[in-house]
């Protein structure tokens, strides 16, 4: 059985409140977190809100605005979970 310690760093998704979750981005690039609201949007670089695409419609621009590392989508989530997103 593993303890908490390590089941928290196993985890890929954190529920932030208000439908705001921090999910590890699955792919080439692992080490990479999305915010998302009820998985229908993602969060980008400016604090806007906006549809994401289907994976193979995804480009590098796209990737580059909505994918943060983990402090960086926590603080972000946890704004957007009180009212701050766009």
């Known amino acids: 059985m593993i303890d908490r310690d390590e089941m928290l760093a196993r985890a890929t998704v954190f529920a932030m409140g208000d439908g705001v979750t921090v999910e590890l981005v699955r792919g080439m690039d692992a080490d990479r977190w999305a915010v998302r609201r009820m998985g229908r949007a993602v969060l980008n670089v400016d604090g806007q809100w906006e549809h994401e695409p289907l994976p193979s419609s995804r480009s590098d ?8 590392d983990l402090e960086t989508a926590w603080a972000m989530a946890e704004k957007a979970a009180r009212g701050g997103g766009q």
């Open 61 to 68: 621009e796209f990737l580059a605005r909505t994918r943060f």
